[in-house]
C-alpha cells in the first residue's frame, strides 16, 4: 500500500515537471535532414513549403525584408517580349522565399520558345529522373514536365543538393515570436475586461448607501474595451480605510515593445536590410545614416548576388531573357 501511494505521488509530481522547451513549427532537428526525401516519383523539399508562404505574411519586418530586395529587382529588370514584367516578379518572389524558383518554357509548333512562364515553388518538386519536375498541387493532381522544359533556379545548402533552403530560417522563430506579441496584445486589447485596479475599502464608518453609490461611479466611468476596475468593500475599521492595489498589467512591466523591437532586429540581421530601406523610424537622434549610400552598398553586397543567380536562366533558354539595367537612385 506504501509502495502505491509512493508511486502516486511520484506521478503526481511528474505532471507538474515542464519538459524541454520546443520550437512551434517543428522539433529542432528540421535543420539536420541528409537528404530530400523522396516518394518514389519526387523529392520532397526538406522543410514545409506551406510554412515558409504563411511565415511571409507573419511578421511585418519579414515580409519587408523581401518586398524591398523583390522590388529592387524589378525596378532594374528590363522586360522581354518572352517574359513579362509580371511573371519575373513572380519569379524573384519564389527566389526569395523559398530559394527555389522554377521557369517553364512555352514552346510553339515547331518546338521552339513561345514565351516563359514561371512554375509557383509552393507546387513543383524535382523529380527522381534527371530533368524531370513534377506540378504538385495536391495528392490527388500529380503532373510531370519532362524535356528540357522547365529551369530550376536555386542555391546551394548544406545538407542536400536537390533543393535550396533559405537564409532567414535563422531568424524563424524571432518572427513568429513578433506575430505572437503583436497578437497578444490585439487580444489584451479586444478583450476589454482586464482589470485597472482593485479598491479595498475597509472603513466600517463609511455608509451603505455611499459603497453602492461608489461602486456604480466605477462600474460606469469606463466604456467597453477600456480597462476595468474591481470594488472590494470589507468593514474592519483598518486604520487605512481605503487602499488602491494595482493589478495584472499596471504593475508589471510591459516587455511589448523589447519583444517587438529585439525580434525586429534579428529578422533584419537575417535578411542583411538596412533599416532605412524598409521605413523604420529610428530611435535615437542621430537616426540610420545616410540612406543613399546604405542603399548602394546593400545593392552591390546583397542584389547583385541575386541577380546573378537569376541571370543562370540565360543559359539554358540560349537568349538573354532576363536582362538588367543599373541600379539608379533618383535625385
Avoid at 506521478?11 to 515537471?17: K, M
Avoid at 496584445?185 to 464608518?205: C, K, P, Q, V
Avoid at 460606469?220 to 493589478?247: A, Q, T, Y
Amino acid at each position: 500500500m506504501a509502495k502505491d501511494n509512493k508511486a502516486e505521488k511520484k506521478q503526481q509530481i511528474e505532471a507538474f515537471t515542464f519538459g524541454e522547451p520546443t520550437p512551434v513549427l517543428s522539433q529542432r532537428e528540421i535543420f539536420d535532414y541528409l537528404e530530400a526525401m523522396n516518394n518514389g516519383k519526387y523529392y520532397e523539399y526538406p522543410l514545409s513549403l506551406n510554412g515558409l508562404s504563411r511565415l511571409y505574411r507573419a511578421a511585418v519586418h519579414h515580409a519587408s525584408a523581401i518586398q524591398v530586395k523583390r522590388n529592387i529587382l524589378k525596378s532594374c529588370f528590363i522586360p522581354h517580349p518572352k517574359l513579362s514584367m509580371y511573371e519575373f516578379s513572380a519569379l524573384a518572389l519564389d527566389f526569395l522565399v523559398f530559394q527555389n524558383a522554377y521557369l517553364q518554357k512555352i514552346k510553339n509548333r515547331i518546338g521552339g520558345a513561345l514565351s516563359y512562364k514561371r512554375m509557383p515553388a509552393k507546387f513543383t518538386r524535382v523529380g527522381l529522373v534527371p530533368g524531370e519536375y513534377w506540378w504538385v498541387p495536391n495528392l490527388r493532381e500529380e503532373h510531370v514536365f519532362s524535356g528540357d522544359t522547365v529551369f530550376h533556379i536555386k542555391e546551394s545548402d548544406l545538407n542536400q543538393e536537390i533543393y535550396g533552403v533559405p537564409d532567414y530560417v535563422a531568424s524563424m522563430n524571432s518572427s513568429l515570436l513578433n506575430e505572437s506579441a503583436t497578437l497578444f496584445r490585439r487580444r489584451y486589447y479586444e478583450n476589454g475586461s482586464h482589470a485597472g485596479f482593485i479598491m479595498w475599502l475597509t472603513d466600517a464608518g463609511v455608509d451603505e448607501k455611499d459603497v453602492k453609490n461608489l461602486r456604480k461611479a466605477l462600474r460606469e466611468s469606463k466604456g467597453p474595451g477600456n480597462f476595468r476596475n474591481l470594488f472590494m468593500h470589507s468593514p474592519g475599521g483598518d486604520k487605512d480605510g481605503m487602499k488602491l492595489i494595482p493589478v495584472s498589467e499596471i504593475a508589471a512591466k510591459d516587455e511589448f515593445l523589447t519583444i517587438k523591437n529585439v525580434s525586429r532586429d534579428d529578422q533584419l540581421g537575417s535578411h542583411r536590410v538596412p533599416p532605412q530601406l524598409m521605413g523604420i523610424v529610428p530611435g535615437n537622434v542621430g537616426g540610420f545614416g545616410d540612406a543613399a549610400k546604405a542603399a548602394e552598398v546593400f545593392d552591390a553586397n546583397e542584389l547583385e548576388c541575386i541577380r546573378s543567380s537569376l541571370l543562370s536562366v540565360n543559359d539554358w533558354a540560349g537568349e538573354e531573357i532576363i536582362r538588367f539595367k543599373g541600379y539608379k537612385l533618383a535625385l
